[in-house]
């Protein structure tokens, strides 16, 4: 039989109970991780619902089955919390994804820096802890610092570069400078490396979206030294010749140094789609028939070649260029 004493007694565990119970709800609120301002205020408004629940329960058993609500709520709530910051990791990861493509777009991808950069772009990722996206963080701040560097230093190079060829066209003499057809390689009938600089100085200024395919004819130099270099200038012609007619009206070509032709190709495609273009090109040999002291000698005409997206500055892709051609043992002087 319940006495008033045994009643009284269990109405203050109850009160204490509740007590207890209230306090936990309004710390769970409190203290909860605040990933999204709305989401966190609906889960405060949540608790707060669950402590006047607790506040008008009248057993032990209620308040269990109430603190147990709550309790499932906050699970909840973790779990979208959770699933926000593995948001917001991955679009700090694509964020750096973009910082590193547009570096590289800017610096080269051939670049120490630029080579380092895009590893750490890679790491980020993969990033699974707080650890490793501190260690990371550490790493770029470094890594960009020497991009920087890098960056500053190809500048001046460029800026030497264009310094330099801006002198020679200087050096020129002044009838032959301004006499028609004074730019134009008498080889191949196409505009010379000054002429190939300004447009693509043009194009970066202007924003205008080209890509750079530099081609040089492979065994020229031999053919030089062994027939003769009329031979060999026949073979640059009719390479051009070649090539000219599967470009576009838009494309135009220069006579670079040595058994060179550089493009400059006005296409809005990827570079992987230029690259299949280019090979499609340039994939088919051609072979060409010549007269040399009165019998005929027949000459494969192929080529090695380089596709890049033209990027500011404008010398830089000449420097591309440069090296490519010595990579290929073709930078001799141009007829």
């Known amino acids: 039989m319940l006495t008033l004493k045994n009643f009284l007694n269990e109405s203050e565990e109850v009160l204490a109970l509740k007590q207890?119970?209230?306090?936990?709800?309004?710390?769970?609120?409190?203290?909860?991780?605040?990933g999204d301002t709305a989401e966190h205020d609906a889960f405060c408004e949540e608790m707060s619902q669950f402590r006047e629940r607790t506040l008008q329960e009248t057993s032990p058993a209620l308040l269990l089955i109430t603190a147990g609500s709550a309790v499932q709520a906050m699970e909840n709530y973790n779990l979208r919390i959770t699933g926000l910051l593995k948001k917001q990791v991955a679009e700090l990861q694509?964020?750096?994804?973009?910082?590193?493509?547009?570096?590289l777009k800017?610096?080269?991808?051939?670049?120490?820096?630029?080579?380092?950069?895009?590893?750490?772009?890679?790491?980020?990722?993969?990033?699974?802890?707080l650890e490793d996206l501190q260690e990371l963080k550490s790493h770029l701040g470094d890594c960009l610092h020497s991009f920087r560097?890098?960056?500053?230093r190809l500048k001046a190079e460029s800026d030497a570069t264009i310094l330099s060829l801006q002198q020679e066209i200087a050096r020129r003499p002044v009838g032959a400078a301004g006499a028609p057809g004074a730019e134009i390689d008498p080889v191949t009938e196409l505009p010379r490396q000054a002429a190939g600089l300004q447009a693509m100085?043009?194009?970066?200024?202007?924003?205008?979206?080209?890509?750079?395919?530099?081609?040089?004819v492979k065994g020229v130099q031999s053919v030089n030294a062994r027939f003769g270099f009329g031979v060999g200038d026949r073979m640059l012609?009719?390479?051009k010749v070649n090539i000219e007619r599967q470009l576009l009206r838009a494309d135009r070509l220069f006579r670079w140094d040595g058994p060179a032709i550089v493009v400059l190709m006005d296409r809005t495609e990827s570079i992987g789609q230029?690259?299949?273009?280019?090979?499609?090109?340039?994939?088919?040999?051609?072979?060409?028939?010549?007269?040399?002291?009165?019998?005929?000698v027949l000459v494969p005409i192929i080529a090695d070649w380089l596709v890049f997206p033209l990027t500011a500055p404008a010398a830089l892709a000449v420097k591309q260029i440069q090296a490519f051609i010595a990579g290929q043992g073709a930078a001799f002087p141009s007829a």
């Not at 750490?120 to 802890?129: D, L, T, V, Y």
């Not at 560097?149 to 500053?152: L, W």
């Not at 690259?275 to 072979?287: G, K, N, P, S, T």
Request: positive net charge.
């Open 274 to 296: 230029v690259r299949a273009q280019v090979r499609r090109i340039l994939e088919a040999h051609i072979d060409e028939t010549f007269d040399v002291d009165g019998r005929s």
């Open 149 to 152: 560097n890098e960056v500053q």
């Open 20 to 34: 207890v119970v209230s306090l936990l709800l309004e710390r769970i609120a409190s203290g909860s991780v605040k």
């Open 201 to 216: 100085q043009n194009a970066t200024d202007g924003g205008k979206r080209l890509y750079v395919v530099a081609m040089v």
């Open 237 to 239: 012609r009719a390479f």
């Open 94 to 103: 694509s964020v750096v994804s973009m910082v590193t493509e547009t570096a």
């Open 106 to 129: 800017l610096g080269g991808e051939n670049t120490r820096s630029a080579q380092r950069l895009q590893e750490i772009g890679n790491r980020f990722e993969r990033a699974g802890s």
